[in-house]
């Protein structure tokens, strides 16, 4: 497995459950992790366990604008990933014709 330390991460969900499980094990992996929930008060608590690389941004992965929203606190907080310019480049290629920017939001799970 690739190690993801010092990678930028977006987990959804994060306040709880699952999705604080995962964002829990990407940050002692040494990711920097974007919390992501409707539940600013858990997800808040959630972020701040890890030291203060951690942020939360409230979001409803249903909505274009909230994705909209935690792609701008990426770039905001971290500056721009490195490996996002090579996705953006592929998705925008001929040769991921097949992959829409809703199919690649919907999906999930992904690193910067």
Request: aromatic residues 8%; charged residues 20%; contains cysteine.
């Amino acid at each position: 497995m690739t190690s993801i330390q010092g990678k930028t991460t977006i987990a959804t969900g994060a306040a709880n459950g699952i999705g604080r499980a995962e964002a829990d094990l990407l940050a002692q992996s040494g990711a920097y992790v974007v919390f992501t929930d409707l539940d600013e008060v858990n997800g808040t608590s959630a972020a701040e366990a890890f030291g203060g690389h951690e942020i939360l941004v409230r979001h409803d992965v249903s909505s274009a604008s909230d994705w909209e929203r935690v792609i701008d606190a990426v770039f905001n907080r971290l500056g721009c990933p490195g490996d996002i310019a090579s996705l953006a480049r592929y998705l925008i290629s001929d040769e991921s014709s097949f992959v829409t920017a809703a199919d690649f939001l919907a999906d999930g799970g992904y690193t910067l």
